[in-house]
């Protein structure tokens, strides 16, 4: 099975399910097995701050959600959770936060460097758009991956969803990321209500384009308070398995999330069925929630976040049989 043309990956996205579950699914897992030598990656996440000044029609965390309790952690705060992070193991972290331009960027590079002396081996940041120079500022001070997703690779549908910037700006940030030698981690949603099969292939297609390190995708899952709600339900468990199969198999050495849904959404948005599902599709990023539940809770782009610890990754290895890889 050959998956270069977009014709060939909108026939896998659109062939029977059993038939893709027999033939693609298992395919995409011998690829990681064979390549990657099965490997479950895990990273220490922390949300130093939920606020944002974004408007995104999908997001729970958009400005004018109310409903969400706003925080920002200072630098010390998230060092010391970091350094618990390491004394438990985890060489890799993921410092993320909504778009908050009050947080101040020197605090910022200050956390990132307070990591790297701290032992932290990967860096993965998500803050959203900056300017190129900060994003140079960012790779000279430790960082080694910026995640910037383009959610929907076709222009008029990002604008529409994503009211307080432009596919353009977008687009431009992406490219700053590359050039300031952070790897860039980089995917969209799946199967948010209007979505059709052809943009799905775009948005893969995309990916592999882009030359991505991560493919952070996750299913639309509508979250309380947002204008995409009123819109349609959540993606399809089937749809993200296909993503993840196909990204796999496209682009074998790239990092997935696995941390997914299954069939029942109030098991949380990385439930054990769904994540088992993803990693036996291909997936292999997981992550370990560093921050305490209540403000975890808080971070909430979607609905029914659960809070995740190291004792939940054993588990998802020893289920799925995966080497865990700290
Ligand atoms: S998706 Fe990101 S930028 Fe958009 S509203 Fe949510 S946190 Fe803000």
Not at 52 to 80: F, H, S, T, W
Not at 114 to 128: M, N, R, V, Y
Not at 289 to 299: G, N, S
Request: glycine residues 8%; hydrophobic residues 40%.
């Amino acid at each position: 099975m050959n998956y270069e043309t977009k014709q060939e990956v909108l026939a896998a996205l659109s062939m029977p399910w059993a038939a893709f579950s027999t033939d693609v699914l298992p395919a995409a897992k011998e690829v990681h097995r064979a390549q990657n030598g099965d490997r479950l990656t895990v990273t220490a996440m922390l949300g130093y701050s939920n606020v944002c000044k974004n408007q995104c029609l999908y997001c729970g965390m958009r400005a004018a959600n109310n409903a969400v309790p706003r925080y920002r952690i200072e630098p010390d705060e998230v060092l010391a959770s970091v350094r618990a992070a390491r004394e438990a193991g985890f060489t890799r972290l993921f410092l993320i936060s909504g778009e908050d331009p009050k947080y101040d960027f020197e605090k910022l590079l200050r956390m990132v460097e307070g990591a790297k002396k701290l032992g932290i081996a990967h860096i993965s940041l998500a803050c959203g758009e900056f300017e190129r120079s900060q994003y140079e500022e960012l790779r000279a001070a430790g960082a080694d991956e910026y995640v910037i997703k383009f959610e929907m690779s076709h222009k008029d549908t990002f604008d529409r969803l994503n009211p307080s910037t432009n596919f353009e700006k977008r687009m431009a940030a992406i490219s700053h990321v590359k050039e300031s030698g952070m790897e860039l981690a980089s995917g969209n949603i799946v199967d948010y209500p209007g979505q059709t099969l052809d943009e799905l292939a775009d948005d893969i297609l995309l990916m592999r384009k882009l030359e991505i390190s991560w493919a952070p995708i996750v299913p639309y899952l509508p979250a309380q308070n947002t204008p995409l709600a009123a819109e349609g339900g959540p993606g399809r468990q089937e749809m993200i398995l296909r993503e993840i199969a196909l990204t796999r198999l496209m682009l074998p050495q790239v990092n997935i999330t696995g941390g997914q849904p299954g069939k029942n959404l109030a098991d949380g948005f990385s439930s054990v069925d769904g994540t088992q599902a993803a990693l036996a599709a291909g997936a292999n990023l997981l992550f370990a929630d560093l921050l305490p539940a209540a403000r975890a809770q808080a971070f909430r782009v979607v609905d029914n976040r659960t809070l995740l610890g190291l004792d939940h990754i054993h588990r998802m290895a020893e289920m799925s049989g995966m080497s865990l890889c700290l």
